[in-house]
Every structure is written in C-alpha cells, then in structure tokens.
Nanobody
Framework: QVQLVESGGGLVQAGGSLRLSCAAS????????MGWFRQAPGKEREFVAA????????LYADSVKGRFTISRDGAKNTVYLQMNSLKPDDTAVYYC????????????????WGQGTQVTVSS
C-alpha cells in the first residue's frame, strides 16, 4: 500500500490552468499504476486520468481529453495532473489513487487514496 498527499488545488477563472501534484511514499510506488479521480458536491467520485508504470501509457475520461495531461516523475515519487482550459464543471475535490487491480478507470480498482485537494473554477 502507498501513502499519497495531493497539492496544487485552488481557485481559478474559467479558461485558466492549474497543476496538481501527488507525493507518494511506500515501497510499491515504482511498480504501481496511478490515477486521478474527482468528486463534485452531491456526485459520485469519477475517473479523470490514469498512467501506467513503467511504460507510461495514459488513459483519460472523455470529459477532460485534450485539456488535461497526466504525468509522473519516478525519481521524485510524484504524479501530476496538468489542467488547462478549465471549466466550471471541473469544480471538484481531486484525488490521486494508486495500487490498482483490474480496470484503471474504475474507482473500486484502487486500494490507496490521497486526502484530496479542492479545485474551484469560477464563471
């Protein structure tokens, strides 16, 4: 199991950008695929993006494709989510996740989670 801490959230105007970071600790990090999820008020936590290790293949939800980019730095034990062209509908708490089994786009597939970081996009 991996310990995860997100940072980089904040308030931004529509059309702006934010870069989220997730610092990881634990001996399984180098062999874990990683994902980002988000949860808006009153909504279920939903898939955003995932990245494999060591190949680095990526997967995105249709709602963020072309606007968000997931990446990772193994030396720093950190995964990133670059968010561009932000929309008010992107407002949510964003969570990073690790230690997946099975379908990387499914919440139930991940066994390690961060505490979340708030992203608010104003109109």
């Amino acid at each position: 199991q991996v310990q995860l801490v997100e940072s980089g959230g904040g308030l931004v105007q529509a059309g702006g950008s934010l870069r989220l970071s997730c610092a990881a600790s634990g001996r399984t990090f180098e062999t874990d695929d990683m994902g980002w999820f988000r949860q808006a008020p009153g909504k279920e936590r939903e898939f955003v993006a995932a990245i494999t290790w060591p190949r680095g293949s990526t997967l995105y939800a249709d709602s963020v494709k072309g606007r968000f980019t997931i990446s990772r730095d193994g030396a720093k034990n950190t995964v990133y989510l670059q968010m561009n062209s932000l929309k008010p509908d992107d407002t949510a708490v964003y969570y990073c996740a690790a230690d997946p089994r099975g379908d990387r786009s499914q919440r139930r597939s991940y066994y390690s989670w961060g505490q979340g970081t708030q992203v608010t996009v104003s109109s």
